[in-house]
Nanobody, 118 residues
Framework: QVQLAESGGGSVQAGGSLRLSCAAS????????MGWFRRQAPGKKREGVA????????VYADSVKGRFTISKDNAKNTLNLQMDGLKPEDTAMYYC???????????WGQGTQVTVSS
């Protein structure tokens, strides 16, 4: 099974930027949707941040619209999340996921921590 691995997390001050990347160990089915999710605290529900489908159409959570941009490079099997204008409330463990656009994703990475200080 394809493995996903996130990178690019770190600590930044409010207003700063980070770029997350998600690398796949193999070819991702071209029909899959891919997305970024985050869990803001242990025990809290994981929430969707942004997703992109096979045609490049994107959707964002209201809380990140206008600040985050999701993109993918099919040739390199990578998924990216450009995060600008970061806020303390963006602090979370960020995960990339992928799979059918009509069911729960079955591919998940281990996560990368993003910490935004005020």
């Amino acid at each position: 099974q394809v493995q996903l691995a996130e990178s690019g997390g770190g600590s930044v001050q409010a207003g700063g930027s980070l770029r997350l990347s998600c690398a796949a160990s193999g070819h991702i089915d071209s029909t899959y949707c891919m997305g970024w999710f985050r869990r803001q605290a242990p025990g809290k529900k994981r929430e969707g941040v942004a997703a992109i489908d096979s045609d490049g159409r994107t959707v964002y959570a209201d809380s990140v619209k206008g600040r985050f941009t999701i993109s993918k490079d099919n040739a390199k099997n990578t998924l990216n999340l450009q995060m600008d204008g970061l806020k303390p409330e963006d602090t979370a463990m960020y995960y990339c996921g992928g799979g059918s656009c009509y069911a729960e994703y079955h591919l998940w990475g281990q996560g990368t921590q993003v910490t935004v200080s005020s």
